[in-house]
Nanobody, 119 residues
Framework: QVQLVESGGGLVQPGGSLRLSCAASGKFRSIYAMGWHRQAPGKQRELVAFIASNGATNYGDCAKGRFTISRDNAKNTVYLQMDSLEPEDTAVYYC?????????????WGQGTQVTVSS
């Protein structure tokens, strides 16, 4: 069993910053990539960013130039630094772990953390 626990969401004013964290725990041998997706009301879930175990990153269009993803492999934790937040960034942010090696290989999702950007 693999658990992803997210933290760091909340309410922030436009132009502000937030830092999300997601820690993976449980019995696994390795995780290929960790990252974030988000889903706003009435919209499809979209990629925010992910980072592979070798440090390679990929950002969705919504994140380019404003968000930075990083990872602490020793702690099995991924971070998302979000700057210059806009009301359009309001969404539930979901942590994901890709190609988690246990007795098999699978993907896992966190429960989500709400980010609200509003004045």
């Amino acid at each position: 069993q693999v658990q992803l626990v997210e933290s760091g969401g909340g309410l922030v004013q436009p132009g502000g910053s937030l830092r999300l964290s997601c820690a993976a725990s449980g019995k696994f041998r390795s995780i290929y990539a960790m990252g974030w997706h988000r889903q706003a009301p009435g919209k499809q879930r979209e990629l925010v960013a992910f980072i592979a175990s070798n440090g390679a990153t990929n950002y969705g269009d919504c994140a380019k130039g404003r968000f930075t993803i990083s990872r602490d492999n020793a702690k099995n934790t991924v971070y998302l630094q979000m700057d210059s937040l806009e009301p359009e960034d309001t969404a539930v942010y979901y942590c994901m772990a890709d190609q988690v090696l246990t007795d098999t290989v699978g993907d896992y999702w966190g429960q989500g953390t709400q980010v609200t950007v509003s004045s």
